[in-house]
């Protein structure tokens, strides 16, 4: 009889120190960037991969910032868009309005432009496309 006193004391103790006792953690952060606009941000998402920041700023314009805080590209919108999120691909965004009752999905293509001025050629010197190959020969 004098075991289940012992074993319920022990067994609130081990409860008491699970369920009430502090779990306090200490936080490590700093600020890694300030992007600095012209205008007051709508609204501001991180694309699926966290490649690109968006930014949806009060004159309808979408401004895409690299991670490391540029400014890569600015979309004009010609649509009232009050909300923009960012699609399951790295190359969608979802471009939303109350006031026209729509989402529109935007395809970004992010294009590296590739100076081949002086390097050796096939075809005209002025042609519509250029493939630039890049290979290693060992």
Do not use: H
């Not at 953690?25 to 998402?45: Q, S, T």
């Not at 966290?50 to 949806?56: F, K, M, P, S």
């Not at 691909?89 to 432009?113: A, H």
């Amino acid at each position: 009889m004098k075991k289940k006193p012992v074993f319920i004391c022990m067994l609130m103790a081990i409860l008491f120190a699970m369920f009430c006792s502090a779990g306090w953690a200490e936080v490590d952060w700093n600020l890694k960037r300030i992007l600095k606009l012209n205008d007051p941000p709508r609204d501001v998402v991180v694309s699926s991969k966290g490649q690109w920041i968006y930014v949806l700023s009060g004159d309808k314009t979408i401004l895409i910032y690299s991670p490391d805080g540029r400014l890569r590209e600015k979309i004009e919108l010609k649509n009232s868009v009050d909300q923009i999120k960012a699609g399951p691909r790295e190359d969608l965004l979802l471009l939303m309005s109350k006031e026209n009752k729509t989402v529109e999905l935007l395809s970004i293509d992010f294009v590296k432009v590739i100076d081949v001025s002086g390097s050796p050629f096939q075809g005209m010197e002025q042609a519509p496309v250029v493939i630039a190959v890049f290979s290693e020969f060992q």
